[in-house]
């Protein structure tokens, strides 16, 4: 491994542009801020620390830097000025000293651009600049042993400076990603943090950093204590033009709260969205139809019975509308946990494909898989075998459902990156089209989704529709519910195509 990349990588070294930390600061003094301390927890080589300090005569500056190369660079620059302090320190060790130099100050502005790493990846790399391990999100049970429990150092940076100085008439003003600044907000709308205003500045963090990933500048005055829920979101840092506002619901943050107040659909949807099906082994059991031939990811033909083979739709196909069925995938079980050994008396050539390509299978990284009978695959059950189903991509940014016919008499199936639900008949599903694609509802997912979040639509959000209070709006409520009544029903019978096995 490359040790200056990793060292890089481990501190988040990645130094803030002059062009954006004045892009930064003539916000700040758009809004007359007069700071009487300035902090920069991870000033790095002081571009941002440098703009504030020319931009405000503070009567302290204080920047804090783990690498000393850098605050020995800086101290140069600022040759030894006794109103600028330049500590060769963590921030994670640091509270308790600014504690001390902050406690009688009335003005203070935190500015910065922390580490954009999160914990778990410094975990990956053996990285140790990071914080002492707690539960700070206070996560219950699996929550906060698995995923959910991974955070950014840079939330976790600014979330401990909240905490700690929001009392302060203080000024909070951090470079972020996009979702750092999102989880943040909630974290102050929970705890009912009072604070004066709150603002999102998209920045452009290919042009700024070569990273793609989506950013903003953050701003967030402590300097007068109101009781709010909502942040003002702008076009970008550039134009500073106004284009809604975050809000809060029932305990979900709502992108546009605006639009919501307008189209609150906002509650339980009576048919279950799932996720497509899971193999992470595209290779061996994704199969593209070429000239009558079934042809794996490795260029090999495939000749295998068809029971287990179904068609596949791929998240660019439901994106786009295109519903010619290119693919197949291998079905391998009815539902999760199923011994596949019966695959091998009834159906020997796909036993032996299979086998032929077990390690694709056994390299798969997903702990999901371990202790599971071969061939695994997940988000399968009895659902996925209802003849007609309606899907939507989960990571392109658009309103695209599709509704999806049996093809040869065998339902559709749609990859782990697509959304989908379940339904019996097409007069069911055409109705259930209708509720999805009326204007109602798609005013409603365009106020609650994040569009610049990796995969904006998720089974969570899908599942939060109220399609009956659309339907009541459009006057066939009734014939809704006895609908949805009957799907509930028949979920449970678990029903599956004969073909299968």
Same mark, same amino acid.
């Given at each position: 491994?490359?040790?200056?990349?990793?060292?890089?990588?481990?501190?988040?070294?990645?130094?803030?542009?002059?062009?954006?930390?004045?892009?930064?600061?003539?916000?700040?003094?758009?809004?007359?801020?007069?700071?009487?301390?300035?902090? =920069?927890?991870?000033?790095?080589?002081?571009?941002?620390?440098?703009?504030?300090?020319?931009?405000?005569?503070?009567?302290?500056?204080?920047?804090?830097?783990?690498?000393?190369?850098?605050?020995?660079?800086?101290?140069?620059?600022?040759?030894?000025?006794?109103?600028?302090?330049?500590?060769?320190?963590?921030?994670?060790?640091?509270?308790?000293?600014?504690?001390?130099?902050?406690?009688?100050?009335?003005?203070?502005?935190?500015?910065?651009?922390?580490?954009?790493?999160?914990?778990?990846?410094?975990?990956?790399?053996?990285?140790?600049?990071?914080?002492?391990?707690?539960?700070?999100? &206070?996560?219950?049970?699996?929550?906060?042993?698995?995923?959910?429990?991974?955070?950014?150092?840079?939330?976790?940076?600014?979330?401990?400076?909240?905490?700690?100085?929001?009392?302060?008439?203080?000024?909070?003003?951090?470079?972020?990603?996009?979702?750092?600044?999102?989880?943040?907000?909630?974290?102050?709308?929970?705890?009912?943090?009072?604070?004066?205003?709150? &603002?999102?500045?998209?920045?452009?963090?290919?042009?700024?950093?070569?990273?793609?990933?989506?950013?903003? $500048?953050?701003?967030?005055?402590?300097?007068?204590?109101?009781?709010?829920? &909502?942040?003002?979101?702008?076009?970008?840092?550039?134009?500073?033009?106004?284009?809604?506002?975050?809000?809060? $619901?029932?305990?979900?943050?709502?992108?546009?709260?605006?639009?919501?107040?307008?189209?609150?659909?906002?509650?339980?949807?009576?048919?279950?969205?799932?996720?497509?099906?899971?193999?992470?082994?595209?290779?061996?059991?994704?199969?593209?139809? =070429?000239?009558?031939?079934?042809?794996?990811?490795?260029?090999?033909?495939?000749?295998?019975?068809?029971?287990?083979?179904?068609?596949?739709?791929?998240?660019?196909?439901?994106?786009?509308?295109?519903?010619?069925?290119?693919?197949?995938?291998?079905?391998?079980?009815?539902?999760?946990?199923?011994?596949?050994?019966? !695959?091998?008396?009834?159906?020997?050539?796909?036993?032996?494909?299979?086998?032929?390509?077990?390690?694709?299978?056994?390299?798969?990284?997903?702990?999901?898989?371990?202790?599971?009978?071969?061939?695994?695959?997940?988000?399968?059950?009895?659902?996925?075998?209802?003849? !007609?189903?309606?899907?939507?991509?989960?990571?392109?940014?658009?309103?695209?459902?599709?509704?999806?016919?049996?093809?040869?008499?065998?339902?559709?199936?749609?990859?782990?990156?697509?959304?989908?639900?379940?339904?019996?008949?097409?007069? =069911?599903?055409?109705?259930?089209?209708?509720?999805?694609?009326?204007?109602?509802?798609?005013?409603?997912?365009?106020?609650?989704?994040?569009?610049?979040?990796?995969?904006?639509?998720?089974?969570?959000?899908?599942?939060?529709?109220?399609?009956?209070?659309?339907?009541?709006?459009?006057?066939?409520?009734?014939?809704?519910?006895?609908?949805?009544?009957?799907?509930?029903?028949?979920?449970?019978?678990?029903?599956?195509?004969?073909?299968?096995?």
């Amino acid at each position: 491994m490359n040790i200056q990349y990793t060292t890089k990588k481990e501190y988040g070294d990645f130094q803030t542009p002059l062009e954006l930390a004045n892009l930064m600061i003539n916000i700040l003094k758009s809004k007359k801020v007069k700071p009487e301390i300035i902090v =920069e927890p991870t000033c790095g080589t002081g571009n941002i620390l440098i703009a504030a300090c020319s931009a405000f005569f503070s009567c302290k500056s204080i920047g804090i830097e783990i690498n000393n190369e850098y605050c020995n660079a800086l101290n140069k620059t600022f040759k030894n000025n006794l109103f600028i302090n330049i500590i060769n320190a963590d921030i994670f060790s640091s509270f308790n000293f600014l504690k001390n130099e902050i406690v009688k100050t009335s003005n203070c502005l935190f500015i910065g651009n922390p580490p954009w790493v999160t914990n778990s990846g410094l975990s990956t790399i053996n990285g140790t600049n990071i914080p002492i391990k707690e539960n700070y999100k &206070e996560l219950r049970g699996i929550d906060a042993i698995t995923g959910k429990s991974n955070f950014d150092i840079s939330e976790y940076i600014i979330t401990k400076l909240i905490e700690n100085f929001c009392s302060q008439k203080a000024i909070f003003a951090f470079l972020c990603k996009t979702i750092v600044a999102r989880n943040i907000l909630k974290y102050i709308w929970d705890k009912n943090i009072p604070y004066k205003e709150a &603002e999102i500045y998209p920045i452009d963090s290919k042009k700024y950093f070569n990273a793609a990933v989506d950013a903003c $500048f953050f701003v967030i005055d402590f300097a007068q204590k109101k009781s709010l829920k &909502e942040c003002h979101v702008f076009d970008s840092i550039e134009n500073k033009n106004k284009k809604n506002n975050l809000g809060f $619901f029932q305990g979900k943050i709502i992108g546009d709260i605006d639009k919501f107040k307008s189209y609150n659909y906002l509650g339980k949807s009576d048919y279950v969205w799932r996720n497509g099906i899971k193999h992470d082994c595209s290779k061996v059991m994704e199969l593209t139809i =070429e000239k009558g031939m079934l042809i794996n990811g490795y260029g090999e033909t495939v000749e295998i019975e068809d029971d287990l083979l179904f068609p596949l739709l791929k998240s660019s196909d439901i994106a786009n509308g295109n519903i010619e069925i290119r693919k197949k995938v291998i079905v391998s079980q009815r539902y999760i946990g199923e011994d596949t050994i019966l !695959i091998k008396s009834k159906y020997p050539k796909t036993w032996k494909y299979l086998n032929s390509h077990i390690k694709d299978f056994m390299n798969r990284k997903s702990s999901i898989y371990k202790n599971k009978p071969l061939f695994s695959i997940f988000s399968i059950g009895g659902y996925s075998f209802f003849p !007609i189903k309606i899907a939507i991509s989960g990571l392109y940014k658009h309103l695209s459902f599709q509704l999806l016919l049996p093809e040869q008499n065998k339902s559709i199936m749609v990859d782990d990156t697509c959304n989908y639900i379940a339904c019996k008949t097409e007069a =069911e599903a055409e109705i259930i089209y209708a509720l999805l694609t009326s204007p109602e509802a798609i005013n409603y997912l365009n106020s609650i989704i994040f569009w610049d979040s990796k995969r904006p639509i998720t089974t969570e959000i899908l599942n939060s529709i109220n399609l009956l209070k659309i339907a009541d709006k459009y006057h066939f409520g009734m014939q809704y519910n006895a609908l949805s009544s009957y799907n509930k029903s028949v979920e449970k019978e678990n029903v599956m195509q004969m073909a299968l096995f």
